[in-house]
T-cell receptor, first 113, second 113 residues
Framework: DAGITQSPRHKVTETGTPVTLRCHQTENHRYMYWYRQDPGHGLRLIHYSYGVKDTDKGEVSDGYSVSRSKTEDFLLTLESATSSQTSVYFC????????????FGAGSRLTVL | QKEVEQDPGPLSVPEGAIVSLNCTYSNSAFQYFMWYRQYSRKGPELLMYTYSSGNKEDGRFTAQVDKSSKYISLFIRDSQPSDSATYLCAMSSMNSGYSTLTFGKGTMLLVSP
């Protein structure tokens, strides 16, 4: 998947537990994004980063936090997972210029019981 | 009104048919228009993108943008079972460094042998 690795690929957890999803890129792209994809809602942006330690909220950021301490890594944390956060999470990267075409990872499937 | 509207389908066609997938949008600032293909349990992958109005062809795929009508289309000629996937349209404005893509919810296409 074009130098993007998401981990874990599958996770089952219980309500109230913290969860961290990791996105690692080898493309040295400046921009990184976390989306969630749900039936009937499509892809929705959670948070994005435009550089190391530079992040901003997307349309569905409540209940999520992110961190980017290195260009290649972008972490998504659910401080206290809820069943409504059961979803497939996609990381994406882009160079940011022109069309700002995104390249997506393979996804992380999270189930919160 | 959603910024980007896309019929969710499913759209079922026989092998060899010409397929037309469409999106409408409301934001006149959009300048870049993209089509992503997503196979089941995979991340979206870019098929093609166009800038402003006009057509773009890539093999069996043709993307068409009509900015005056705020309407974009993806045509697939000689459709194959391997084209069965969900197709997502996406759009962005010119200042793409900080802007993000706006996605349609996707149309599921099923091509039967």
């Amino acid at each position: 998947d074009a130098g993007i690795t998401q981990s874990p690929r599958h996770k089952v957890t219980e309500t109230g537990t913290p969860v961290t999803l990791r996105c690692h890129q080898t493309e040295n792209h400046r921009y990184m994004y976390w989306y969630r994809q749900d039936p009937g809602h499509g892809l929705r942006l959670i948070h994005y980063s435009y550089g190391v330690k530079d992040t901003d909220k997307g349309e569905v950021s409540d209940g999520y936090s992110v961190s980017r301490s290195k260009t290649e890594d972008f972490l998504l944390t659910l401080e206290s997972a809820t069943s409504s956060q059961t979803s497939v999470y996609f990381c994406a990267i882009s160079g940011g210029s022109g069309a700002n075409v995104l390249t997506f990872g393979a996804g992380s499937r999270l189930t919160v019981l | 009104q959603k910024e980007v509207e896309q019929d969710p389908g499913p759209l079922s066609v026989p092998e060899g048919a010409i397929v037309s997938l469409n999106c409408t949008y409301s934001n006149s600032a959009f300048q870049y228009f993209m089509w992503y293909r997503q196979y089941s349990r995979k991340g979206p992958e870019l098929l093609m993108y166009t800038y402003s109005s006009g057509n773009k062809e890539d093999g069996r795929f043709t993307a068409q943008v009509d900015k005056s009508s705020k309407y974009i289309s993806l045509f697939i000629r000689d459709s194959q079972p391997s084209d069965s996937a969900t197709y997502l349209c996406a759009m962005s404005s010119m200042n793409s460094g900080y802007s993000t893509l706006t996605f349609g919810k996707g149309t599921m296409l099923l091509v039967s042998p």
